[in-house]
T-cell receptor, first 113, second 113 residues
Framework: QQQVKQSPQSLIVQKGGISIINCAYENTAFDYFPWYQQFPGKGPALLIAIRPDVSEKKEGRFTISFNKSAKQFSLHIMDSQPGDSATYFCAASKGSSASKIIFGSGTRLSIRP | NAGVMQNPRHLVRRRGQEARLRCSPMKGHSHVYWYRQLPEEGLKFMVYLQKENIIDESGMPKERFSAEFPKEGPSILRIQQVVRGDSAAYFC???????????FGQGTRLTVV
């Protein structure tokens, strides 16, 4: 049973454009929603995270939008740069515990110069 | 301050052999988590350990897989009698507490031939 669904599977964006990745979850007990960035040959690194008591969180060029009623959340990367090219995973868990983080299937993002 | 160290980075085993994957957590971290990433998929939780204790192994296959985190030394993920389906990237993460951010290592890529 896939508890976190992520789309699209791959995404190509022009430099300077906005990259948007969407996720949906099923378990209403989840209360922590992190996004991870993974470069080839590296482990995933926490990029930004949100809790369901807020609808939006912004850190630099990265913004999470959260819709609790629809059980959906998305990552927006503004002014996308070639260095942003990586695989992005949305995830969900109860609390911020790394135990049983449920990951989405990933989005491979390519930023074209 | 070294990050989570995993070794080896790449491991090739023939079917039926044993694979041992090692993880040294970040300094001061006593919680270790193992995740498996199959090609083109997200990470899936396997096991959560503290020093000398297995806290949650609900993601571990019932047979051939075992994990330990001794009082001294790294955490070990052991796979006995490997099969081709075990080929994957295995990631270790560590945290100072159960409900704090975890940091991932660079992973061990296991190939079974």
């Amino acid at each position: 049973q896939q508890q976190v669904k992520q789309s699209p599977q791959s995404l190509i964006v022009q430099k300077g454009g906005i990259s948007i990745i969407n996720c949906a979850y099923e378990n209403t007990a989840f209360d922590y929603f992190p996004w991870y960035q993974q470069f080839p040959g590296k482990g995933p690194a926490l990029l930004i995270a949100i809790r369901p008591d807020v609808s939006e969180k912004k850190e630099g060029r990265f913004t999470i939008s959260f819709n609790k009623s629809a059980k959906q959340f998305s990552l927006h990367i503004m002014d996308s740069q070639p260095g942003d090219s990586a695989t992005y995973f949305c995830a969900a868990s109860k609390g911020s515990s790394a135990s049983k983080i449920i990951f989405g299937s990933g989005t491979r993002l390519s930023i074209r110069p | 301050n070294a990050g989570v160290m995993q070794n080896p980075r790449h491991l090739v085993r023939r079917r039926g052999q044993e694979a041992r994957l090692r993880c040294s957590p970040m300094k001061g971290h006593s919680h270790v988590y193992w995740y498996r990433q199959l090609p083109e998929e997200g990470l899936k939780f396997m096991v959560y350990l503290q020093k000398e204790n297995i806290i949650d192994e609900s993601g571990m296959p019932k047979e051939r897989f075992s994990a330990e985190f001794p009082k001294e030394g790294p955490s070990i993920l052991r796979i006995q009698q490997v099969v081709r389906g075990d080929s994957a990237a295995y990631f270790c993460a560590s945290s100072p507490g159960g409900y704090t951010e975890a940091f991932f290592g660079q992973g061990t890529r296991l190939t079974v031939v």
